[in-house]
């Protein structure tokens, strides 16, 4: 019988997260709670959400668990907040592995964190509690991600590397091996990560800028 979950958040990342569940024939979600004041505020369709107030009566700890499905506002205090909340409330937060994921790691997968599709967690590497892996990450060996992080799409935590508590990264970044990333950190999308960084940093790789050929002299000289 399918594991009947809540989802913690209504809004894009509850959506999402939704979106996953409902091929994955190992759970069902039966609702959704936030705090109170966003009960009717947000996005997701289809699932009858609740408040932190009601959510004990209306879904009962001993018969769903919880599925945090909240993004990385405020470098994922929040995410951090609502997971503590719901545990105090009595629920186990459930560590949501995707079937198409590949785990190669004997170290537990952290309480509450979420690992999708196409992602790989090499020998001997560690997630901490209630942290997001993204699709096709790469997490090699003996490396460490955090309590309360994100980690975006295409990402790669090379060995032996760490990635601080509360840190976002973002997509297709790279984090050289041995490098530790400082709690509180913000690695933008295709950032290469060669140095170890201080707590609550900010590494941006270098936006795209125009090249001064168009398109069409440029095929023209570079034959691409």
């Known amino acids: 019988m399918p594991q009947s979950l809540i989802l913690i958040g209504n809004g894009i990342t509850a959506e999402i997260i939704s979106g996953y569940i409902q091929y994955d024939s190992r759970y069902t979600i039966a609702g959704a709670a936030v705090d109170d004041v966003y009960v009717d505020k947000g996005t997701l369709k289809g699932v009858a959400c609740t408040s932190f107030s009601q959510v004990v009566k209306d879904f009962p700890p001993g018969q769903h668990k919880a599925l945090?499905?909240?993004?990385?506002?405020?470098?994922?205090?929040?995410?951090?907040?609502?997971?503590?909340?719901?545990?105090?409330?009595?629920y186990e937060v459930l560590t949501y592995i995707h079937p198409d994921a590949r785990i190669y790691s004997h170290e537990p997968i952290g309480e509450g964190s979420i690992v999708l599709a196409g992602s790989v967690i090499e020998p001997h590497a560690k997630v901490g509690k209630n942290s997001m892996i993204w699709c096709n990450i790469t997490i090699a060996h003996h490396s460490t991600v955090g309590?309360?992080?994100?980690?975006?799409?295409?990402?790669v935590i090379s060995g032996q590397a760490k990635v601080g508590n509360n840190s976002f990264v973002g997509v297709n970044a790279t984090i050289v091996n041995k490098v530790e990333i400082g709690e509180y950190n913000i690695v933008g999308a295709s950032a290469l990560i060669s140095k170890c960084t201080k707590p609550r940093s900010v590494y941006l790789a270098r936006s795209g800028e125009p090249f001064r050929y168009s398109s069409e002299d440029y095929i023209k000289h570079f034959g691409v």
Not at 70 to 89: H, P, Q, S, V, W
């Open 68 to 90: 945090m499905a909240i993004g990385y506002a405020d470098l994922n205090r929040t995410r951090e907040t609502l997971f503590n909340k719901i545990k105090e409330l009595g």
């Open 147 to 155: 309590d309360h992080c994100w980690i975006a799409s295409g990402t």
